[in-house]
Every structure is written in structure tokens, then in C-alpha cells.
């Protein structure tokens, strides 16, 4: 079975530094893995995602993440906080049960994103 | 028309009560998923369609009932609820098979309240 660990239920970061928000995966095959944001009273939107292709991914609104399979990472980063960052993340690996992709998330970041 | 899209967005109900959750996709994809997703808890997969089969059942109360009816439309009837069945209720869908990765289109939700 697939797990996803995200560190730290809330990281708050002031606007203009630097966001890091960890995510480490168990997988016993190569992995596909995912960034999800969620804003208040609104479904997950796909951030970025990696699909065994390059290891830096870059995906929407400046975030990008790296896969490093020593040490079975997928953190995401963003170089420049903004206030509109604010937001549940949610880091994911998906899994074929059967026909079907069988997602598994993380419990999710809270990003606190201070002026 | 685009993405997903859930209907209603946000429903009171009774315990004693029937009501039903419609989520609808125009992005061609052949399989839909329902979430739950309560307060300081991690998502809850509840349901999956793969081409109109059910194909996963994550041991959900028989009180929530799924009906697929074709590769666009996941529904989700509710019967003699909980309170504790209050929560955000997520669709999803995405593309299966060749091309695919299992990256999730999510709704904005249905935002369940149940009295």
C-alpha cells in the first residue's frame, strides 16, 4: 500500500520569503505524484505533477517541485511567497487498483502567508 | 460548460430525509470518484467509476448510495443520515487507461448538513 506524509499540519511564512512544504511518499513501483491547492469552500486544483519524465517539475501560479527517489521526496517549493498563496495543500501518489487510478493524499499544509 | 461541476453546492437535510448529489464532467474522462471531506480529517475516498463500473467501494455506509450512469455523470443518493455525515462531499473524474496518470479534476463540492 502507497502512504504520502506531509511535515507540519500549518506552515506560516511571511510574504516575499521562501515556501517549502514537505511531502515523502512509500511506493513499491515508480510513482506518479501530485500537488494539490485548496482554497476555502472550493474543491483541489492540480498544482503540478510528475510522471517519471524530468525529476524538476514546474507547475502553476511560480510553484515547482522536485522528485528525489533516494530519499523518496517530492517537496514543493515557491521562491516568492504572495498573500494569495494562502491555502490547503495537499501532496498525492496514485496507484492502479484494478482499471482504475486509486489516489492517495496526504493530510495537508495549511499555508499562513503574513504582510 | 467546463471542468467539473456539483450541484447543489450547499444542502440542508433532515435525518429522515432522501436527497441526492449530482456531479456532472465535460473534460471526456472515463472515471468519477466521490470524496468526503470532513473537518481535521484526512480526504476519505468513498467511491469509484471506472467506464460506469464501480470499481471501488472504500467500505461506505449503505445509507449513501452511488449511481453512474454513463461516463459524464456520477450521482450520490443519500438516505436517513447522520449528523456526523455532515461534510464537504468532492467529485472527481479523470482520464484512465493509456495517457493517463490519475491527476484528479475536482468539483467545487457540495457542502452537506445534516440536522
Known amino acids: 500500500a502507497q502512504s504520502v506524509t506531509q511535515l507540519g499540519s500549518h506552515v506560516s511564512v511571511s510574504e516575499g520569503a521562501l515556501v517549502l512544504l514537505r511531502c515523502n511518499y512509500s511506493s513499491s513501483v515508480p510513482p506518479y505524484l501530485f500537488w494539490y491547492v485548496q482554497y476555502p469552500n472550493q474543491g483541489l486544483q492540480l498544482l503540478l505533477k510528475y510522471t517519471s519524465a524530468a525529476t524538476l517539475v514546474k507547475g502553476i501560479n511560480g510553484f515547482e517541485a522536485e522528485f528525489k527517489k533516494s530519499e523518496t521526496s517530492f517537496h514543493l517549493t515557491k521562491p516568492s511567497a504572495h498573500m494569495s498563496d494562502a491555502a490547503e495543500y495537499f501532496c498525492?501518489?496514485?496507484?492502479?487498483?484494478?482499471?482504475?487510478?486509486?489516489?492517495?493524499f496526504g493530510r495537508g499544509t495549511s499555508l499562513i502567508v503574513h504582510p | 460548460e467546463t471542468g467539473v461541476t456539483q450541484t447543489p453546492r450547499h444542502l440542508v437535510m433532515g435525518m429522515t430525509n432522501k436527497k441526492s448529489l449530482k456531479c456532472e464532467q465535460h473534460?471526456?474522462?472515463?472515471?468519477m470518484y466521490w470524496y468526503k471531506q470532513s473537518a481535521k480529517k484526512p480526504l476519505e475516498l468513498m467511491f469509484v467509476?471506472?467506464?460506469?463500473?464501480?470499481?471501488e467501494n472504500n467500505s461506505v455506509p449503505s445509507r449513501f448510495s452511488p449511481e453512474c450512469p454513463n461516463s459524464s455523470h456520477l450521482f450520490l443518493h443519500l438516505h436517513t443520515l447522520q449528523p456526523e455525515d455532515s461534510a464537504l462531499y468532492l467529485c472527481?473524474?479523470?482520464?484512465?487507461?493509456?495517457?493517463?496518470?490519475?491527476?484528479?479534476?475536482f468539483g467545487e463540492g457540495s457542502r452537506l448538513t445534516v440536522l
Open positions: 498525492a501518489v496514485s496507484d492502479r487498483s484494478g482499471g482504475s487510478y486509486i489516489p492517495t
Open positions: 472527481a473524474s479523470t482520464k484512465s487507461g493509456t495517457g493517463g496518470f490519475g491527476e484528479l479534476f
Open positions: 467509476y471506472n467506464f460506469k463500473e464501480q470499481t
Open positions: 473534460l471526456g474522462h472515463n472515471a
